[in-house]
């Protein structure tokens, strides 16, 4: 099982409600790059603080949210992908 973590070079903020990430690039944070995180996506986020695989995540948002087992991992599976691309979150290991 791939572990999933956020990335030691963004920073983010909870603003009214909102998760915002900053990439940061030799000390100085990317404006350019701002992302900005829905509810669901905020909760993804405040989970993968430590390092949790994909089935960790689902179950976190099973928990929060309604829908289809299924759905909601592929769901996640896309949101880890475009993170990772982004470079805001990194595979950290393999799960024993």
Known sequence: MQLYVRSKSVVSRVIA???L???VRRGVGDLASIYSLN???SVIWETVTAPR???EI???LQ????GEPEQIKCDVTAFLGEMGSAGLINEVG???
């Open 17 to 19: 409600g909102e998760t």
């Open 21 to 23: 990430i900053i990439p």
């Open 39 to 41: 509810e669901v996506a």
């Open 53 to 55: 695989s994909t089935e």
């Open 58 to 60: 689902v179950h976190v």
């Open 63 to 66: 928990e929060k949210f309604a």
């Open 94 to 96: 393999v799960a024993a």
